[in-house]
C-alpha cells in the first residue's frame, strides 16, 4: 500500500443533478492490490473510490464493503506511521 501525497490534487469538483459544483477535498491517493484509489471529504461526509484509467480518461467506480474497510484499515495504519514519524 502505498500513500501518493506529493501528487494528490488538492480538491477534485464534482457537478450535481442540479449542475451544481460540489467541491471534495482529496484526502489520500492509495494504491492497493494492483488498484489506485481516492478518499475525499465534503462537510464532514467521506468517501472513496476506485480510479479506473481508459484512453487517458480517468473514471471513478464504486468500492465493494471489503475494498472500503480494507482502505479505511490501510489509510489509519499511513496516519498513524506518519504521527510515530513525527516524534
Do not use: W
Amino acid at each position: 500500500m502505498t500513500q501518493n501525497t506529493s501528487e494528490t490534487p488538492e480538491y477534485i469538483v464534482f457537478k450535481d443533478e442540479q449542475g451544481e459544483e460540489q467541491q471534495y477535498k482529496v484526502d489520500a491517493l492509495i494504491e492497493m492490490n494492483g488498484h489506485q484509489y481516492v478518499l475525499y471529504t465534503h462537510d464532514r461526509e467521506t468517501k472513496m473510490n476506485r480510479i479506473e484509467h481508459e484512453n487517458d480518461k480517468a473514471t471513478l467506480c464504486t468500492v465493494s464493503d471489503e475494498e472500503a474497510e480494507a482502505l479505511m484499515d490501510a489509510y489509519r495504519k499511513g496516519l498513524e506511521e506518519d504521527l510515530e514519524e513525527e516524534k
